[in-house]
T-cell receptor
């Protein structure tokens, strides 16, 4: 049963600390998306990659957020330094080429910044 | 700005009732529209995808319609069951931009009471 995995599932940290979230896309998928979900803003796209290359990260605060794909099986989203307003659930999704109906979501990382 | 709106934010119905969830979007240049289900603490599961050339899609007890001219989509759930309780999100791909970018509504929290 292929699925997107995310670690950690929950993270509590203090303001100013670095946070790294990891995502393992479904094997063979070549697009990876990072989303953030909050009560106020709903689900927002932060960044996405195709064939490991970043295509758009305009939704991401550039001064503190960075997203990378070191290899085809790992995507990372890093926040440094973290702030309380970063508290949210961060979802990773993977998809296949231009099939727009094949975004599969991971279970999310619930981040709390104190 | 391209936006997706869902009303109501929450809906509670007795088991067995037929119900309609509403989604509206601000730009008629829509490529396709997708309905997702989100269970508490979980990621998103795609339910139905409607291409811009289509008027509706059906899957089991679910039927989604798309009216581009009025900027509206509806998700019809027949004979609702307690297991249908979840948050339902609609999301749109808008033409002219990247085909990979989904714009989400904030969702409707559905509770089906036994």
């Amino acid at each position: 049963d292929a699925r997107v995995t995310q670690t950690p599932r929950h993270k509590v940290t203090e303001m100013g600390q670095e946070v790294t979230m990891r995502c393992q896309p479904i094997l063979g998928h070549n697009t990876v998306f990072w989303y953030r979900q909050t009560m106020m803003q709903g689900l927002e796209l932060l960044a996405y990659f195709r064939n490991r290359a970043p295509l758009d990260d305009s939704g991401m605060p550039k001064d503190r957020f960075s997203a990378e794909m070191p290899d085809a099986t790992l995507a990372t989203l890093k926040i440094q330094p973290s702030e309380p307003r970063d508290s949210a659930v961060y979802f990773c999704a993977s998809g296949l080429g231009r099939r727009l109906d094949t975004q599969y979501f991971g279970p999310g990382t619930r981040l709390t910044v104190l | 700005k391209q936006e997706v709106t869902q009303i109501p934010a929450a809906l509670s119905v007795p088991e067995g009732e037929n119900l309609v969830l509403n989604c509206s979007f601000t730009d008629s240049a829509i490529y396709n529209l997708q309905w997702f289900r989100q269970d508490p603490g979980k990621g998103l599961t795609s339910l139905l995808l409607i291409q811009s050339s289509q008027r509706e899609q059906t899957s089991g007890r679910l039927n989604a319609s798309l009216d581009k001219s009025s900027g509206r989509s509806t998700l019809y759930i027949a004979a609702s069951q307690p297991g249908d309780s979840a948050t339902y999100l609609c999301a749109a791909y808008f033409s002219g931009g990247s085909n990979y970018k989904l714009t989400f509504g904030k969702g409707t929290l559905l509770t089906v009471n036994p």
